[in-house]
């Protein structure tokens, strides 16, 4: 019989724990935006076949703070914008088209800065989104996100109320929705 001595019973645990978040830290994610699909083939375009059209948009899900009417600042858990930036600071919804959508947003640009963002379709674009090196050919814009600029954006990002989405009717819409905090604490992948 195998007996397991009280260093072992205590070793054993936190060796599977950290396998569990070894194995986590690997992981990456991606964003989902299609630009065509079975029930809009044209994706972006209207036609008479396919009325609405392929729309998207991602969030963040994260802390925050809210300020109150008296002024003081209240810690919430809320949704930030991590696509559409530009429009949003117009006061327009962030929902994009997929052909805007599928833009990495500027990587050098300041995210409260919109005098850095550009303009056109980057400044919509999907926050974090670059080239995926792993993908065959190499460098080609698949979904792939880099966390480190979600982080940028992302934490202390929280709004109240979240951000605003505009879909019609017929219109295919894909949220992507990234926990933030996953993204620090990749253990904590439930």
Known sequence: MLSISHFGRLLLPALLLSLFAGAASAQTFR???PQTTTLHPNGSSLSSTSPGRVKCQQISGGDGFA?????????????GPLSGLKDMADGLPGTQLANVFNTPFPS????????TWGTGAAANGAVGLVPDPNSVPPNQLNG????RLIMDVGVLNGNMP????????????FLTLTNVGQIMRPDLFE
């Open 31 to 33: 964003v989902q935006c």
């Open 67 to 79: 300020t109150m009417g008296d002024g003081t600042q209240t810690y919430l858990f809320a949704f």
């Open 108 to 115: 050098d640009a300041d995210v409260h800065d919109s005098s």
């Open 144 to 147: 792939h996100v880099d966390p």
């Open 162 to 173: 979240a951000p605003l989405m505009a879909i019609e009717e017929d219109d295919e819409f």
